[in-house]
């Protein structure tokens, strides 16, 4: 799968840009500021239907501009697809292929598989669960169209059961058979997604520990440690349990929406004694990891976005980056840098074909 072509029209710092993409390396050069990272969140947008670094769709459109709009024209088995998002100010986001719009966002979601490595990852080391919880979601869901839909009616019931708390505790009141509907819901769906996580990560652990060993030459042992409410009975064992403490808070205190994913450096949590180099690492081989694990389920090259690579990362690491992506398991490439002569000598080390865009 290639990104053949890119414009951009009102969208974040760009009034008008087009872009022809090369087929394997692209890097887009220039100062702090300018866009570089811009061009390839609009990448990212085309993939997932919003923003990786933005989530309030309407704060993407330029600044006293009324809509954006994003095309990306790609070569895929064989064919063309034409992709677009736009987005006018107090409507709704609109995603359409070659001209045809979605009716639900979730259908576009693992059409063009991509994987970005950012700085904006460490928040899944320094932020709290949920960031860590949408990561494991995120790489399912480019993969599992059933799971996608079980998070969404977990999250719906999840939120209606809430809001029947909430409605107890204003009321004065309470109906345990109206809780229980919402009970045996969320413990289907709960169920459901515990199993898909638990055998996802059975399999990407081992793919993500490989990379990590490749990035830093065996030096360091790292692990990912899922854990979950559910390890220790059912979610609805778990409610029925929770229910005093539930109603009192009004909200739904245990479940799947609790779950957490450790990373640990040597059996200690890597936040608190990994160095900067080694939380980048880190995070770069669970971005690779991501990679391969979609590559071979879905046997399409995931799309690489490397925003900042180079920075925080010494040059050894960054040459075994470097050889990691030479060879023909990668696809399409897109680098950001501040640097260009610096962009220039790492890719050259590269066996395959580049363009650079200074903005």
């Given at each position: 799968?290639?990104?053949?072509?890119?414009?951009?029209?009102?969208?974040?710092?760009?009034?008008?840009k087009s872009f022809v993409f090369n087929d394997k390396i692209n890097c887009i050069v220039g100062n702090n500021g300018i866009g570089k990272t811009n061009v390839l969140d609009a990448i990212y947008h085309l993939s997932f239907g919003k923003s990786y670094f933005n989530p309030i769709a309407a704060q993407n459109i330029k600044h006293d501009e009324g809509f954006f709009v994003i095309n990306g024209?790609?070569?895929?088995?064989?064919?063309?697809?034409?992709?677009?998002?736009?987005?006018?100010?107090?409507?709704?986001?609109v995603i359409k292929r070659n001209g045809k719009i979605y009716d639900k966002f979730s259908e576009h979601i693992g059409f063009l598989p991509l994987v970005i490595i950012s700085p904006a990852?460490?928040?899944?080391?320094?932020?709290?669960?949920?960031?860590?919880?949408?990561?494991?979601?995120?790489?399912?869901?480019?993969?599992?169209?059933?799971?996608?839909?079980?998070?969404?009616?977990?999250?719906?019931?999840?939120?209606?059961?809430?809001?029947?708390?909430?409605?107890?505790?204003?009321?004065?009141?309470?109906?345990?058979?109206?809780?229980?509907?919402?009970?045996?819901?969320?413990?289907?769906?709960?169920?459901?997604?515990?199993?898909k996580r638990k055998h996802f990560l059975e399999t990407f652990i081992p793919i993500f520990k490989s990379r990590y060993e490749a990035i830093s030459n065996?030096?360091?042992?790292?692990?990912?440690?899922?854990?979950?409410?559910?390890?220790?009975?059912?979610?609805?064992t778990l409610l029925k349990t929770a229910l005093s403490k539930d109603r009192a808070l009004q909200y739904t205190s245990v479940g799947i929406h609790k779950d957490d994913l450790n990373f640990n450096i040597e059996e200690h949590p890597i936040k608190k004694f990994g160095s900067q180099g080694q939380q980048k690492s880190f995070l770069i081989a669970l971005k690779l990891a991501q990679f391969d694990f979609l590559k071979n389920l879905s046997g399409v090259n995931p799309i690489l976005l490397l925003d900042d690579i180079f920075d925080k990362l010494d040059e050894q690491r960054v040459s075994q980056i470097i050889k990691l992506v030479d060879d023909e398991n990668f696809g399409q490439l897109f680098i950001s840098d501040t640097h260009a002569d610096?962009?220039?000598?790492?890719?050259?080390?590269?066996?395959?074909?580049?363009?650079?865009?200074?903005?």
């Open positions: 799968m290639i990104l053949k072509s890119l414009s951009l029209l009102n969208y974040k710092n760009f009034d008008s024209d790609y070569e895929k088995d064989d064919k063309i697809e034409k992709i677009a998002i736009s987005l006018k100010r107090g409507q709704k986001k990852d460490r928040d899944l080391i320094i932020e709290g669960s949920d960031t860590r919880r949408k990561f494991i979601d995120s790489v399912i869901s480019q993969s599992d169209k059933n799971y996608l839909n079980q998070l969404i009616s977990y999250n719906k019931t999840l939120a209606q059961r809430n809001a029947l708390l909430k409605y107890f505790a204003l009321n004065h009141t309470f109906n345990a058979d109206t809780l229980e509907v919402y009970n045996e819901q969320l413990n289907i769906f709960g169920a459901q997604i515990y199993e065996g030096k360091e042992l790292v692990n990912l440690v899922y854990s979950s409410q559910l390890e220790e009975n059912d979610l609805k610096r962009t220039e000598k790492a890719v050259k080390q590269v066996h395959q074909s580049y363009e650079i865009f200074k903005l």
